[in-house]
């Protein structure tokens, strides 16, 4: 079994700050790409940002300059920093993960995708 486990949400005024976690666990051999992910009310769920193993990240075009994402592989973790908030980055931020579980399927390229529980962002005055 695999678990995402994000943390960090929460409440914040426009133009501040918060840094989202998320920690992976479990029968891990290695991870690819990680991301973060976000759904507002009545929104289809969107990419925010994502990075690959070796560190090359890409975001959506409506935090560029604002988010950053970063790994420690070492922690199984991935983080994203998100500093000049608005009032449209209100959602629900979920973590995201491609793992492989052990040695055969790591050999075999076989990936399998995870999903943290989500962890709110509340960009309000």
């Known amino acids: 079994q695999v678990q995402l486990v994000e943390s960090g949400g929460g409440v914040v005024q426009p133009g501040g700050s918060l840094r989202l976690s998320c920690a992976a666990s479990?029968?891990?051999?290695?991870?690819?790409?990680m991301a973060w992910y976000r759904q507002a009310p009545g929104k289809q769920r969107e990419l925010v940002a994502h990075i690959t193993r070796g560190g090359v990240t890409n975001y959506a075009d409506s935090v560029k300059g604002r988010f950053t994402i970063s790994r420690d592989n070492a922690k199984n973790t991935v983080y994203l920093q998100m500093n000049s908030l608005k009032p449209e980055d209100t959602a629900v931020y979920y973590c995201?993960?491609?793992?492989?579980?052990?040695?055969?399927?790591?050999?075999?390229?076989?990936?399998?995708?995870?999903w943290g529980q989500g962890t709110q962002v509340t960009v309000s005055s």
């Open positions: 995201n993960a491609e793992i492989r579980r052990s040695n055969s399927d790591d050999l075999g390229g076989i990936s399998y995708e995870y």
């Open positions: 479990g029968s891990i051999f290695s991870i690819y790409t």
